[in-house]
């Protein structure tokens, strides 16, 4: 019985000499202010002044959650009782995964940003956020503090894209006349309108539901007395590649007629007494050039407030 309790002391001495070993965490850390990261961090806080992110600190009314260096990272005092290390910082960007930096930026960012679309986006289903595009710290650009050039850092990964772009008859991205967010959203776009609501991805629509390339092309827009339904349904990209083509007017074929003739070849249980959409007549001998293009006549083709056949 002795022999019991003596073994038993023992056990209670090993276990208190390793509790005292463990060293004593804070239960909750503290925001201490980013005055005193600018101790150890200068290099960054000495620009930070230029940052859309300062003017949490220069208000001076945010709530300390919510300002400066711990708006972001959490509060740092954790990290400053150990003198420093990323593991003691609460929201280290480059430890944390992909869906947690996502959460922390949508914190402020939610009322600028769809939080639904971004989330359903095919950039975060690819584990890529904010920090893949942005440069908090040390932006290379003026505005909204990317991590390069726009066009650099779509073209980072979509190379397909970079190629149509270099073809003879292209949108001029690479000059600078336009950028890819004139047309696409990179936090995600809600779904489209037009082509079965599935394609294209992340393409921000114009006013009223519509292509973003109404906003330039606003003679295509309408409303037409008479429409055409190929246009209004499937969308500008039935009959144009968006980005390049080796086809003048970015056209998806070389030769007119045939692209027409993807549609309007009678097939199909629809149309005027079900005999599908309209075929050619039988004079337009389509082996003769002036036939093989049907914008010559039909110069109306996106639609026509005078005539169905799209005439004038």
Sequence with gaps: ????????????????????????????????????????????????????????????????????????????????????????????????????????????????????????????????????????????TPKFLLARKQIDLCYGCHTTVRAQFSMPFKHRVNEGVMQCTDCHNPHGASAPTWRMADRPRMVDQAEGNEEPCLKCHVDKRGPFVFEHVGVRVDGCEACHYPHGSTNTRLLRRPVVFTLCLECHNGFGNFGPNNSGITQPQATHNLALPRFQNCTTCHVRIHGSNADSFFFR
């Design 1 to 140: 019985m002795r022999g019991v309790r003596y073994i038993g002391a023992m056990r209670l001495g090993v276990y208190a000499i390793a509790l005292c070993a463990v060293p004593a965490l804070s239960l909750a850390a503290d925001y201490v202010g980013s005055e005193v990261c600018r101790t150890c961090h200068s290099d960054i806080w000495t620009p930070f002044y230029r940052n859309p992110h300062y003017k949490s600190i220069a208000s001076g009314k945010a709530k300390p959650e919510n300002t400066g260096c711990e708006g972001c990272h959490g509060p740092g005092s954790d990290h400053v009782a150990a003198g420093g290390g990323s593991d003691t910082i609460p929201v280290a960007f480059s430890l944390i995964p992909p869906e947690k930096v996502l959460d922390t930026c949508l914190r402020c960012h939610s009322q600028t940003i769809s939080r639904s679309n971004i989330r359903r986006s095919v950039h975060t289903d690819n584990n890529i956020v904010c920090t893949n595009c942005h440069s908090i710290h040390r932006s290379q």
